[in-house]
């Protein structure tokens, strides 16, 4: 598993940034298109069968698999560049980082400025703890201090 300095995790926030803004977006223009067609199966059932513009359906159809493509392989790129999509819908990010021989995670949600805490694997989000200068002093992926 690849582990990320805080100067390196930092570096990465404005292509992780754009990457999870696109994933949501997909993810909102996905869930907007299959609650039109969840609607029309309901209107379907509900009169009991009606005239139905198969293209169209199959256009929308068509449109929410790109969606879903666009949030998929932006998760995908992501996940090759060594980070982890914890909650999509929070904008929630987390790095792994080798802390005193010890794997933990800088933690990033979208809207903050910049990498401020970090957690255990154990203790998720709910664990979530300011940075120290353990962090700060690290310069490089083999954690050696300054």
């Known amino acids: 598993m690849k582990t990320f300095t805080l100067e390196e995790a930092q570096s990465l926030l404005p292509v992780l940034e754009s990457l999870l803004k ?12 299959e609650s039109g067609l969840a609607e029309l199966a309901r209107r379907i059932f509900l ?6 513009d198969v293209g169209s359906v199959a256009k929308q159809r068509a449109e929410l698999e790109t969606h879903l ?14 980070v982890q999509v914890k909650d999509l819908d929070g904008g929630l990010l987390d790095f792994p980082c080798s802390l ?3 794997t933990v995670l800088l933690c990033w949600r979208m809207g903050e400025p910049a990498i401020e805490h970090w957690h ?27």
């Open 22 to 33: 696109r994933a949501i977006e997909g993810k909102q223009a996905a869930e907007q298109v």
């Open 47 to 52: 009169s009991g069968g009606m005239r139905v």
């Open 69 to 82: 493509v666009r949030v998929r392989e932006s998760i995908a790129e992501i996940d090759s560049i060594g």
């Open 100 to 102: 005193d021989g010890q």
């Open 120 to 146: 255990t694997v154990e203790a998720g989000f709910q664990g979530r703890q300011p940075l120290d200068d353990r962090f700060r002093r690290r310069t490089s992926s083999g954690g050696r201090p300054n």
